[in-house]
């Protein structure tokens, strides 16, 4: 995974680089991007109607039934590991966007037998969103758990 951010390259004489935690950060896990833009518009209703998102763009990757001004898409990814393995979904890391954000997830990859979900939560109302291509939308982690659920470490 790059280091690499445009905010930072914009920074004098991209001085953001200098700092080890912010740059090492940037390392942590693996990034998902889509394929192609999904543009939507949240009209500013938050319930759990999936008709208060409209999807301009990418309908084919996306749904939006879970309401709440969330569109989920769909990765096409499965991840099958041992039990007490997840995988942890945040923002991707030192990507900002105003309009919109990655609902953090927990999810155990032991018994995931469907594609693995990433849902995104509309920020700004009545205005169209886009997710850019191959720009990162969301960053996993594994997590590792004792038999007692107690978390180990997120190093694989």
């Given at each position: 995974m790059s280091i690499k951010r445009d905010w930072m390259?914009?920074?004098p004489e991209k001085h953001?680089?200098?700092?080890?935690p912010v740059t090492q950060a940037n390392m942590v896990g693996w990034n998902l991007s889509c394929s192609q833009d999904i543009k939507f518009i949240w009209n500013g209703i938050n319930d759990t109607s999936s008709e208060n998102v409209t999807i301009l763009e990418g309908q084919e990757f996306t749904y939006t039934g879970r309401g709440q001004s969330t569109v989920?898409?769909?990765t096409g990814l499965t991840f099958?590991?041992?039990?007490?393995?997840s995988m942890f979904t945040i923002n991707p890391v030192n990507y900002f966007n105003e309009d919109f954000e990655t609902m953090s997830s927990l999810i155990s990859t032991s018994w995931l037998d469907t594609g693995f979900?990433?849902?995104?939560?509309?920020r700004s109302a009545n205005k169209e969103i886009t997710i850019k291509g191959r720009n990162p939308s969301c960053n996993y982690s594994a997590y590792f758990f004792?038999?007692?659920?107690?978390y180990l470490n997120s190093d694989i």
């Open positions: 390259d914009v920074t953001a680089y200098r700092c080890f989920s898409i769909h099958r590991s041992e039990q007490n393995i979900p990433l849902a995104i939560k509309a004792d038999s007692n659920g107690q």
